[in-house]
């Protein structure tokens, strides 16, 4: 039974790090192409303007892209899968219904450039959002690999055609990911017609959709503080700084993709494992195990990458955007502990008790609003990056307490060491200025980090290592 899910939580980790990879990979190496051909502001404009579209795709959505995956993710009885998914679909269509008729209205009062292309956007990312959750739900992940490796791959195709050879700007941008995302929808419905198999308008259960609902509404006020706490500080660096300041931000902002891409990838297989364990007479253990494991690993894949970007940094990034290399590692510390704090999170979805979220996550985000206000004005937008560090702590702790009514995680006396040592790089980072000092260091750091591992993973890998080298000798006898 442990062998069995611990194999099963390894290949969801490989499957989704597959997709993410790829797809996180080329949303990377956009980086460089928008920074030459995109003026600061412009990217700035088009940061804050995704942004705003992050927020709204809850509300056009209702929340049922967690909704709809939650409920699917532990029931695979036919009739139950055509009700949830009916209900979905039905209430997604009323809702972008609704949406191009308050935008188009909007739109006779308020004047804002590219309106028509934010909208499309907003209402193909957020069908898009919700499509991609119902095959994650249905446990067809293979297809949520592959609609995220083409969805990414044109994005980079069209905007090499859009932003480069044509010169459109941002508007290239949002076309891209227009079309980019129709074509993966289109993909996906050939493969699996979940219209065609699971969508009967007329076939409602009024508990089952009043049990969604229930579950899907205390998210909405819930995605509105992470918003605010993610997202606004970048309103409050285009107030106090400027669009100029907002473009160096959200450039650096890209880099710490590179460990968040990490963390979707554990979390999105954690989340499996864990509502499927939710259950189990050992969870306790299973859940600290994977928790303390969780921790090293962001540790030390944080502070590598750290180092690493420091290195290439200026040969990546046009030299107008090179003082954002300054924020990479608290950028990754944040990252961190957003991560860390989102692992709590799953005890709130394997309960169903949604409603015990708010008041966490509220108390956040007024906090990280009243520090953005202030330490902006103190130390720019290291001030934000430090706002949002405490944010999350904040979070972390409240939520460690908190959500022990659900499980009891055990942090090791050696996760307490690596929270020492994740501090203590940040500060070598900004303090050994030569390369080959930095490439030394990094060497010395892998043998406390190595003396952190758990002996049973010690073991594991060893056992890994052995079997590699019996197959070597093998194929070299061959």
């Known amino acids: 039974m442990k062998s069995s899910r611990n194999k099963k939580f390894i290949t969801d980790i490989l499957i989704y790090g597959i997709g993410n990879l790829g797809s996180k990979m080329i949303t990377f190496l956009l980086v460089p192409l928008y920074t030459y051909f995109i003026d600061r502001k412009d990217f700035g404009y088009y940061d804050l303007i995704l942004n705003i579209i992050f927020l709204a795709i809850p509300f056009v959505t209702v929340q049922l892209r967690d909704g709809v995956f939650r409920f699917l993710i532990d029931n695979e009885k036919n009739e139950f899968r055509t009700k949830v998914i009916s ?81 459109m700007g941002i508007t290239g941008i949002f076309v891209a990911n227009i079309s980019a995302r129709i074509i993966s929808l289109f993909v996906i419905e050939l493969k699996l017609c979940t219209w065609k198999k699971y969508f009967r308008y007329r076939f409602q259960d009024k508990e089952l959709n009043k049990q969604l609902i229930n579950y899907t509404l205390p998210l909405l006020p819930n995605i509105i503080c992470w918003w605010l ?73 944080g502070t590598y990458f750290a180092f690493i970007l420091k290195f290439c940094f200026k040969w990546i990034i046009d030299i107008k955007y090179g003082e954002g290399i ?34 966490s996550i509220i108390f956040t985000a007024i906090l990280n609003l009243l520090l953005n206000y202030l330490s902006i004005q103190l130390w720019g937008i290291m001030g934000i990056v430090v706002s949002s560090i405490i944010s999350y702590t904040f979070l972390l702790i409240y939520r460690f307490i908190d959500t022990k009514r659900y499980f009891k995680i055990v942090i090791s006396k050696k996760s307490i060491y690596l929270l020492l040592i994740l501090a203590i790089n940040c500060t070598i980072y900004y303090f050994i200025k030569p390369v080959l000092l930095q490439i030394i260091y990094l060497i010395f750091l892998i043998l406390p980090l190595y003396y952190l591992i758990d002996q049973g993973l010690k073991l594991k890998l060893y056992g890994i290592c052995i079997t590699l080298k019996g197959k070597l000798k093998l194929r070299n006898k061959l």
């Open 229 to 301: 706490i993610g997202s606004s500080n970048r309103f409050f660096i285009a107030n106090f700084l400027g669009f100029d300041a907002n473009g160096i931000y959200a450039v650096a902002m890209k880099f710490s993709t590179i460990l968040e891409t990490l963390t979707v990838i554990i979390y999105q297989a954690w989340q499996e494992t864990a509502i499927k364990q939710y259950n189990s007479h050992d969870k306790n253990e299973f859940y600290s195990k994977v928790f303390n494991l969780y921790l090293l690993l962001l540790v030390t894949t």
């Open 87 to 167: 209900f979905t679909y039905s209430m997604i269509l009323k809702s972008i219904l609704i949406t191009l008729v308050l935008c188009l209205f909007l739109s006779f009062y308020i004047s804002i450039p590219h309106f028509c292309l934010i909208l499309g956007t907003l209402i193909v990312m957020s069908y898009y959002e919700v499509q991609i959750q119902i095959v994650r739900g249905l446990g067809e992940n293979k297809y949520f690999v592959i609609a995220g490796i083409i969805t990414s791959l044109f994005i980079g195709l069209f905007s090499i055609l859009f932003v480069v050879e044509l010169s």
């Open 326 to 359: 300054i924020y990479l590692f608290p950028m990754f510390i944040s990252v961190i502990s957003y991560a860390l704090s989102s692992f709590f999170d799953i005890g709130y979805q394997c309960s169903k008790q949604t409603n015990r979220i708010l008041p």
